[in-house]
């Protein structure tokens, strides 16, 4: 089955740490340039950050920048998004979504995973 | 990078057609394509329409998509009950020219639709 399955999210204090994984399946996950994009409760949609196929050219939004990595294991065929210094507006569903090499859409998403960060 | 602007909300009775409306600018709509999800809460989003007006495969010839400009339309026909949904627009942001490995992306913010 081509599915994609986001885990890691937890509660967490204020400047703290988590590690997000996005375990995908049933596709060539090298083909695929990946994103992670979330979303407040209640909000709508927010890029995060995207890596592309082998992991040489990566984007974040400047609300994450120089606090989140993203990274991907082409091996294991998952991605990971390394976040530190959290903060409360960081609270949100994070969804990982897969764009083929060259397209301009997200053609699969997975169903998220809910980081909350709160002392 | 502004998030598209959207309509919070559309409704409609079953059988009747809404229009979801996503406006941006030269810099995201304007200079790129335009992609429609579908959202339930607790689901993954669900492509819907990509490159402006192609549908996503299983997606009822019911969904259209449309550009113009830096604005884009989503338009359902025939709504039923299983229509209620939020839906996004989404696009790239940056130079064209940069390809989907330049800019970042953004997201309008949401439209929910009800059948009445």
């Known amino acids: 089955e081509v599915q994609l399955v986001e885990s890691g999210g937890d509660l967490v204090q204020p400047g703290g740490s988590l590690r997000l994984s996005c375990a995908t399946s049933?596709?060539?996950?090298?083909?695929?340039?990946m994103h992670w994009v979330r979303q407040v409760p209640g909000k709508g949609l927010v890029w995060v950050s995207r890596?592309?196929?082998?992991?040489?050219?990566?984007t974040y939004a400047d609300s994450v920048k120089g606090r989140f990595t993203i990274s991907r294991d082409n091996a294991k065929n998952t991605l990971y998004l390394q976040m530190n210094s959290l903060r409360a507006d960081d609270t949100a569903v994070y969804y990982c979504?897969?764009?083929?090499?060259?397209?301009?859409?997200?053609?699969?998403w997975g169903r998220g995973t809910l980081v909350t960060v709160s002392s | 990078q502004s998030v598209l602007t959207q309509p919070p909300s559309v409704s409609a009775a079953p059988g009747q057609k809404v229009i979801i409306s996503c406006s941006g600018s030269?810099?995201?709509?304007?200079?790129?394509?335009v992609s429609w999800y579908q959202h339930l809460p607790g689901t993954a989003p669900k492509l819907l329409i990509y490159d402006n007006n192609k549908r996503a495969s299983g997606i009822p010839d019911r969904f259209s998509g449309s550009k113009s400009g830096t604005s884009a339309t989503l338009g359902i026909t025939g709504l039923q009950t299983g229509d209620e949904a939020e839906y996004y627009c989404g696009t790239w942001w940056g130079t064209w020219d940069s390809g989907p490995s330049g800019g970042g992306v953004v997201f309008g913010g949401g439209t929910k639709v009800t059948v009445l």
């Open positions: 030269t810099s995201d709509i304007g200079n790129h394509y």
């Open positions: 049933g596709f060539t996950f090298s083909n695929y340039w």
């Open positions: 890596i592309n196929s082998d992991g040489s050219t990566i």
């Open positions: 979504a897969r764009v083929l090499t060259g397209a301009w859409f997200f053609d699969l």
